[in-house]
C-alpha cells in the first residue's frame, strides 16, 4: 500500500459546480498535512495546511479525519483556472524527520 | 515565503555528462531539499541538503550520481553525474522556514539525449 493514495482522476466538473475528492494516507502516526496545487508544467504551490479541526481558505474547504485517515478537498464554485493537479502531502512522522510524502496528485479539469 | 530561483531552467544534455543545477533563496533558510519529478509522477525526495556537511540521501540515490553542495543558508547545487536517457527529469529544489510549510523553486527540465 502507498504510503498517501489519492485518485488520479480527471474530475471533469462545470464550471460554478463543487468538487470534492480525498486523499489516503497510511501512517496513523503522521503529523501535518497539506494540499499543494501543480498547473501543467509548473511547480507545485502549497494551496493550504490542513488543520485537524478543519479550515477554510476563499473557496477551498480541507479537512482532516484521523480515524479513517484521509483528508479532503473541496472547491466551491468552481473557476476555470481551479483547472490543477492537486497534491496531497503528508509529514508522516517525527521519526520520519521533515520529509514529506507526496501523492500521485489529482487532476481536476474544469469546463464551461 | 522565499523567493526561490533555479539555474538552468532547461537543458539538453548528451549521456555520459554531468549537469550541475543551482538553487538560490532570497532569504536564510534552516533546510533544504532536491526532488525529482518524471513525466507523468509525483515528486520524490532525493535528499536533504545540509548546510556545512554532507547531504542525507534517500534510499536509491547516492553521492556519486547526485553530489549536493550547500555552502550556506541561501545556496545549494545538485549534481546529476554520467547522465543517462532515465535521468530525464524535473528536477526542485525546495526550502523550509522555520514552519512546516514547504515551497518550491521553479524546477530544471532535464533532457538526456
Known amino acids: 500500500r502507498k504510503e498517501v493514495e489519492q485518485d488520479p482522476g480527471p474530475f471533469n466538473v462545470p464550471e460554478g459546480a463543487t468538487v470534492a475528492f480525498n486523499c489516503t494516507y497510511s501512517n496513523s502516526a503522521s503529523q501535518s498535512f497539506f494540499w499543494y496545487r501543480q498547473d501543467c508544467r509548473k511547480e507545485p504551490k502549497l494551496l493550504m495546511s490542513?488543520?485537524?479541526s478543519g479550515n477554510e481558505d476563499g473557496r477551498f474547504t480541507a479537512q482532516l479525519n484521523r480515524a479513517s485517515q484521509y483528508i479532503s478537498l473541496l472547491i466551491r464554485d468552481s473557476k476555470l483556472s481551479d483547472s490543477a493537479t492537486y497534491l496531497c502531502v503528508v509529514n508522516p512522522s517525527k521519526a520520519a524527520g521533515n520529509k514529506l510524502t507526496f501523492g500521485g496528485g489529482t487532476r481536476v479539469l474544469v469546463k464551461p | 515565503s522565499a523567493v526561490i530561483s533555479q539555474k538552468p531552467s532547461r537543458d539538453i544534455c548528451q549521456r555520459g555528462t554531468s549537469l550541475t543545477i543551482q538553487c538560490q533563496v532570497d532569504s536564510q533558510v534552516t533546510m533544504m531539499f532536491w526532488y525529482r519529478q518524471q513525466p507523468g509522477q509525483s515528486l520524490t525526495l532525493i535528499a536533504t541538503a545540509n548546510q556545512g556537511s554532507e547531504a542525507t540521501y534517500e534510499s536509491g540515490f547516492v553521492i556519486d550520481k547526485f553530489p549536493i553542495s550547500r555552502p550556506n543558508l541561501t545556496f545549494s547545487t545538485l549534481t546529476v553525474s554520467n547522465m543517462s536517457p532515465e535521468d530525464s527529469s524535473i528536477y526542485l529544489c525546495?526550502?523550509?522556514?522555520?514552519?512546516?510549510?514547504?515551497?518550491f523553486g521553479p524546477g530544471t527540465r532535464l533532457t538526456v539525449t
Open positions: 525546495s526550502v523550509r522556514q522555520g514552519s512546516n510549510e514547504q515551497y
Open positions: 490542513v488543520y485537524s
